[in-house]
């Protein structure tokens, strides 16, 4: 499966921002995806990431009750919509799939096996 993340800009802080994960190939409906994010000079870290059912979905502890994710597997997209950003949220955001991934592995980006280009987010203060 192929996947193209957009959605990216700038924004101020408080701002809102949705970001989407486009998908072709595959059985998209089948694949686990995640949201990465990665700051300058920092390593990339776990945002969420939502079943293929679309029935569970995980956040990291700094974006739960900010950020929100799910899909349409109509349209073979996962969307993440970003409130109240804060200038830490600033980094570019990767999704990722993964047709196996076990709950125990959700969180590590090295358990995903398709990953997206990144787009990239900047919050002003």
């Known amino acids: 499966v192929q996947l193209q993340a957009s959605g990216g800009g700038l924004v101020q802080a408080g701002g809102s921002l949705r970001l989407s994960c486009a998908a072709s190939g595959g059985t998209f409906g089948s694949y686990t995806v995640g949201w990465f994010r990665q700051a300058p000079g920092k390593e990339r870290e776990f945002v969420a990431a939502?079943?293929?059912?679309?029935?569970?979905?995980y956040y990291a502890d700094s974006v739960k009750g900010r950020f929100s994710i799910s899909r349409d597997n109509a349209r073979n997209t996962v969307y993440l919509q970003m409130n109240s950003l804060r200038p830490e949220d600033t980094a570019v955001y990767y999704c990722?799939?993964?047709?196996?991934?076990?709950?125990?592995?959700?969180?590590?980006?090295?358990?995903?096996?398709?990953w997206g280009q990144g787009t990239e987010v900047t919050v002003s203060s």
């Open positions: 990722a799939a993964d047709s196996k991934i076990i709950l125990s592995s959700i969180r590590m980006d090295g358990q995903y096996d398709h």
């Open positions: 939502i079943r293929s059912s679309g029935g569970f979905a």
